[in-house]
């Protein structure tokens, strides 16, 4: 079975590579489901790390439907991706209503070249995920990267099972709160890879700050948050 690390910096990609992990996915900001690294990030990963690295082409935070502009940064993310040499891409498009973006993640794909592709937890908001699941063999997707739908993928295994036995040519990849206590489950049902974060919290100052810089009302899934121009303009016209 592929055990494949969801790794947020350098240090957390070198202990899953000394662990016995096999593949990386790269991403920073665990806490909103991740978005792409910083290019010194790939670069120092590419550096300092040997086993197979996916990296995430995920612009921001919020829902998974993008303007022009976030897809031309998907676009050069993926570019630069290549030019580093990295062996996969993880990514997932999809429409207003809960469907497949087909155009755009077969456009992501072409870009994609020679590398593997992973759709991710994009999966997990679509209506109907048998639907998605043959569309996206269509496209030729190799990894779809879900947790049946649930807060955790095993309260939806019974989901990723049926999926798993529907497949002809993509593997389906369990992950969300999956860890040795459970990740037995998943090789018992036949998977061929698992994804997880392994993450522990680790405190690093020895006083709490006095004003905390987590801002939870950013965090919203139906949507985004952009800056406004009426707002800079009533700003700029008061001190101008």
């Not at 494949?4 to 070198?14: D, F, G, I, K, T």
């Not at 999966?123 to 996206?136: N, S, T, Y």
């Not at 680790?202 to 950013?218: I, Q």
Request: include cysteine.
């Amino acid at each position: 079975m592929l055990v494949e690390v969801c790794a947020n910096s350098l240090e957390s990609a070198m202990n899953a590579q000394k662990a016995g992990a096999d593949r990386i996915e790269l991403c920073s900001e665990l806490g909103v489901g991740g978005i792409t690294p910083s290019y010194g990030l790939l670069k120092s990963v590419k550096e300092n790390i040997s086993i197979p690295v996916h990296v995430l082409i995920r612009p921001r935070s919020g829902d998974f439907t993008y303007s022009e502009v976030e897809f031309d940064i998907m676009k050069s993310n993926i570019k630069l991706c290549i030019d580093l040499d990295f062996d996969g891409i993880v990514a997932g498009v999809l429409q207003k209503d809960f469907t497949v973006d087909i155009e755009r993640n077969e456009e992501l794909m072409e870009l994609s070249k020679n590398l593997n592709f992973t759709f991710h937890r994009a999966f997990d908001w679509v209506l109907d995920p048998q639907k998605a699941l043959e569309e996206l063999e269509a496209l030729g997707v190799d990894y779809i990267l879900s947790s049946g739908q649930q807060k955790v993928a095993f309260e939806g295994i019974d989901l990723l099972s049926s999926l798993n036995q529907l497949t002809t040519n993509c593997i389906i990849m369990p992950g969300g709160g999956i860890n040795a206590l459970n990740v037995t489950k998943f090789k018992e049902k036949g998977f061929d890879a698992v994804h997880l974060s392994g993450a522990k919290y680790t405190h690093s100052l020895g006083t709490t700050p006095k004003v905390s810089m987590n801002s939870p009302s950013f965090l919203k899934d139906e949507g985004i948050f952009v800056t406004s121009m009426a707002a800079i303009a009533d700003v700029v016209k008061e001190v101008k």
